[in-house]
């Protein structure tokens, strides 16, 4: 098995919405989602968008995490 940056596929995340709307969601992280915007709040949005933002936003948060240890490292 190759070593790098993997995910589980978790089914039924719970995404919460600041306009206290909460659903669920597929997605690669196992933990409560926070969110600004949601289909309820946002016509335009859909669970898609939400799941493409918050996969973005760890792999950002891993990424520094990485960068960190390994400056630490050195
Ligand atoms: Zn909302």
Not at 8 to 23: A, P
Not at 42 to 54: E, G, L, Q, Y
Request: hydrophobic share 40%; net charge positive.
């Amino acid at each position: 098995m190759k070593k790098g940056i993997h995910w589980d596929y978790h089914q039924n995340v719970e995404v919460n919405c600041i306009c206290w709307v909460s659903f669920t969601i597929n997605a690669a992280i196992k933990w409560p989602i926070k969110v600004e915007t949601c289909y309820q709040c946002h016509p335009a949005f859909n669970k898609d968008r939400i799941i493409k933002k918050v996969v973005k936003w760890r792999m950002e948060k891993f990424l520094e995490k990485q960068k960190k240890i390994d400056s630490m490292k050195k």
